[in-house]
């Protein structure tokens, strides 16, 4: 979800200025998520100059108040809506830079798996942390945004488990044909 979307969402049960967008984001992803305070202005201009929000006259501290339009509301609908199921997934770091690392001269990628995973196991032990204190203290986001965090993070040590199990194989077997393509790996 974009901070486009986010926004207009945001904005479905009243009007609010930009601080208070930025603060209700933040309140709602559990701070995961900080937000630029400018990219949420920016955020807004784009989206009033679309039709999809309408400011008021600025009050007494000069804020103005953004107001979603009959436009906004469509649009928040559609989105909302529409499954997002793409069939190209989205830029994932640890799974471009296990790969990169496969191939690279002087690298050892089971040693970039194996630190990528220590460092996933540490993050999970806090994410399981915060997510009983989101419920200890009732906080229905948190603990849904933690759940996430923690199922995409499990995700991710399930697949440098597989990642550590087929380097290891390949370096117990031949060389495997790699298409024409050097294989470094195997070293």
């Given at each position: 979800m974009s901070v486009r979307d986010?926004?207009?969402?945001?904005?479905?049960?009243?009007?609010?200025?930009?601080?208070?967008?930025?603060s209700e984001f933040e309140a709602r992803t559990a701070g995961i998520w900080p937000l630029n305070i400018g990219q949420v202005y920016s955020t807004l201009e784009r989206l009033e100059r679309d039709g999809m929000v309408a400011s008021g006259e600025a009050d007494g501290d000069g804020r103005r108040a953004f107001g979603l339009t009959?436009?906004?509301?469509?649009?928040?609908?559609?989105?909302?809506?529409?499954?997002?199921?793409?069939?190209?997934?989205t830029r994932d770091g640890l799974m471009l830079k296990v790969l990169i690392a496969i191939d690279t001269e002087g690298i050892d990628a089971l040693q970039v798996v194996q630190a990528e995973r220590s460092a996933r196991m540490g993050a999970l032990q806090g994410r399981r942390r915060a997510h009983r204190d989101a419920d200890l203290?009732?906080?229905?986001?948190?603990?849904?945004?933690?759940?996430?965090l923690i199922t995409r993070t499990e995700s991710e040590l399930r697949w440098l488990d597989i990642c550590e199990e087929r380097i290891l194989a390949r370096r117990r077997t031949p060389d495997p044909p790699t298409n024409g393509r050097p294989n470094k790996e195997h070293a």
């Open positions: 986010s926004l207009l969402a945001l904005l479905a049960s009243g009007p609010r200025h930009g601080y208070q967008l930025r009959p436009t906004g509301r469509e649009e928040l609908t559609r989105f909302l809506l529409e499954p997002g199921g793409e069939d190209v997934p203290n009732g906080d229905m986001a948190a603990g849904l945004a933690f759940d996430a």
